[in-house]
């Protein structure tokens, strides 16, 4: 009775698997077009796409936009030069467009998805093809019929294929490919895509060997993604934090825990080796820093340190993990901290634990970094990355053979010891397991089916008689002769083939208003009425206090008249 009802839990929970693999290739078809879609549109999306192009072609140009800001110049640069270089690269000169840099960011993060796949089965892979000899004879330890829900229906361990992986693999991919933070920053003209695609990578090297070549690999990659985007701390501490948990491992195995005998892969990583590797990380991001600042006259420090140091903002804070990340992703914080009991029971028992782990606490607590003026979805990247990590991992514990604890002897067999499970409770754990996960699984989907509101501005499409609009903007400004112009939004002139002096409203204004930056100069311009253009996404009286300094704003009003009123405001001299 007990083989069949076990039998018909597993066949239940691998069709309820299979149902939920064909319902999240339904939902990634249905977004897909989304991503399609805007990969062909002409104009700056909103979050910085125009203020990136513009500096990737400033780089393209040869232009140092990391110079120190000066009276009449303000370039934002505010981030590291790997994507300025890559995305550069691929812009024509003469007509800058947005699809190649959003093309990039869609390669990345196809290769994330893939990336996060693997991760989520190599180190059960590296566990389930483990062999455990016994100090007094050659016997290994055959997985009982709880370690593997697919090894109940072939019924022998022999016939254990790479295909016990496709679920959870899939799980993995198809479950970041329908987050909504990952589909709107896979097509847009940023780094974070490209930098997180990185911080994958190095990832994967480091549980693939944490020591060694491939260690350094790691090292290299994490670099890399740092000066991507300098956020991408997530990956970095998880290495950390992975090195120094095999270490710790390592020395309780010399010290005689038998608990600890089992965990193999970390075998000879020691906390020398972990500080080594990790002053050598340092290194690699610290030396480059510092030659970058030396050689633009402490500029690149400036750029991304002092200046991009925004005033923290609960509000904003809230509405991250509130407003977006708790609406459509809370039946996977579930799955989460289910995975990271897990993670805790298998090294009370002495198993090794997957780099996934401490790469889903590094995220967690880098979250309150995305607590600051001006902060976006980006933010939320890492730690969805994560969430389907932990639900993919989870799923092929599962599904595969687990990592198995120390075999000891015991009546001319090798059984497992110590069991973490009543021995009656076993053969029904993983089946059971699966249809749990499942479930919550299913209540992702529906929690997902509508994007959170904090999402809107992202996943709107502008009209055809908006894009209409934008057209015939981008048409009076490239007609008009002057030189000088002034814009919210520097990616509408950069299509009208203009190099605008100042770059960033948001941030000269910010840092205007922090005084660490002498808007004076800029304004005495407009008082002048220098701009032959001044184009804003509002009317003036209107605009945020982010966007304007109340005196940019009066000295506007006084000096510039209203010429165009649609979707856009074009202001012209008096």
Same mark, same amino acid.
């Given at each position: ?201 190095? =990832?994967? +090297?480091?549980?693939? *060997?944490?020591?060694? /070549? #491939?260690?350094?690999? &790691?090292?290299? @990659? !994490? %670099? ?117 009991? =897990?993670? +805790?029971?298998?090294? *009370?028992?002495?198993? /090794? #634990?997957?780099?996934? &782990?401490?790469? @889903? !606490? %590094? ?132 299509? &009208?083939?203009?190099?605008? %002096? ?73």
């Amino acid at each position: 009775m007990n083989q069949h009802l076990t039998r018909l839990l597993t066949m239940l929970a691998v069709a309820c698997a299979a149902a939920l693999l064909v319902a999240l290739v339904l939902r990634v078809a249905e977004r897909g077009s989304d991503v399609s879609w805007w990969l062909n549109y002409q104009f700056p999306r909103e979050g910085s796409e125009g203020l990136t192009i513009y500096e990737a072609l400033l780089t393209r140009l040869g232009e140092n936009i990391y110079a120190l800001p000066t009276a009449t110049r303000f370039i934002s640069a505010p981030y590291p030069p790997l994507y300025y270089y890559l995305s550069g690269a691929l812009l024509d000169p003469a007509a800058p467009a947005f699809a190649p840099g959003r093309w990039l960011s869609l390669f990345a993060f196809i290769a994330t998805a893939l990336i996060g796949g693997l991760l989520a089965v190599i180190g059960v892979v590296q566990s389930s093809n483990r062999a455990y000899a016994v100090e007094q004879g050659e016997q290994q330890f055959a997985p009982t019929e709880s370690a593997s829900i697919l090894w109940q229906l072939r019924k022998s361990y022999s016939k254990f294929k790479v295909q016990n992986y496709l679920i959870p693999f899939a799980l993995t991919v198809l479950l970041f490919a329908t987050m909504y933070p990952a589909l709107i920053w896979a097509a847009r003209f940023r780094a974070d895509m490209l930098a997180l695609a990185l911080m994958a990578g190095g =990832l994967l +090297a480091m549980q693939q *060997r944490p020591r060694g /070549t #491939v260690a350094w690999l &790691a090292a290299l @990659l !994490l %670099a890399l993604a740092f000066f991507t985007k300098q956020t991408a701390l997530a990956g970095p501490l998880a290495a950390a934090l992975y090195l120094l948990l095999l270490a710790w491992q390592s020395r309780r195995t010399r010290q005689g825990e038998q608990r600890f005998a089992s965990t193999t892969v970390g075998r000879g990583v020691s906390f020398g080796w972990a500080f080594t590797w990790m002053a050598g990380l340092a290194a690699l991001c610290l030396l480059p820093i510092l030659l970058l600042t030396l050689l633009t006259g402490g500029g690149y420090w400036a750029k991304l340190v002092t200046y991009h140091a925004l005033p923290f903002s609960a509000r904003t804070l809230l509405n991250l993990l509130g407003g977006a990340l708790l609406d459509n992703e809370w039946p996977l914080l579930i799955v989460a901290a289910a995975f990271l009991l =897990l993670a +805790a029971n298998d090294l *009370r028992h002495g198993r /090794t #634990v997957t780099i996934v &782990a401490p790469y @889903l !606490l %590094a995220a967690t607590l880098l979250l309150p970094s995305g607590g600051v003026v001006g902060a976006d979805s980006n933010h939320l990247l890492a730690i969805c990355f994560a969430l389907a990590l932990a639900a993919g991992q989870l799923a092929a514990r599962i599904f595969a053979p687990h990592p198995d604890p120390l075999p000891r002897r015991g009546e001319g067999m090798i059984v497992p010891h110590p069991d973490p499970l009543p021995q009656g409770a076993s053969a029904y754990l993983a089946p059971i397991a699966a249809l749990g996960l499942a479930a919550l699984l299913t209540a992702y989907l529906f929690a997902s089916a509508q994007p959170s509101g904090w999402y809107g501005l992202d996943l709107r499409r502008p009209s055809d008689a908006e894009q209409t609009q934008l057209a015939r903007i981008v048409a009076n400004v490239r007609q008009n002769p002057g030189t000088n112009f002034l814009s919210d939004e520097v990616g509408l002139l950069i299509l &009208a083939a203009k190099r605008p %002096a100042y770059d960033d409203l948001f941030d000269l204004t910010a840092l205007a208003n922090l005084g660490r930056w002498d808007d004076s100069a800029l304004r005495q311009q407009v008082q002048n009425r220098q701009f032959a253009i001044i184009l804003l996404h509002n009317q003036v009286e209107e605009l945020r206090g982010d966007i304007l300094t109340n005196a940019m704003r009066d000295a506007i009003i006084n000096n510039y008249r209203l010429l165009f009123s649609d979707i856009w405001y074009t202001y012209v001299p008096k």
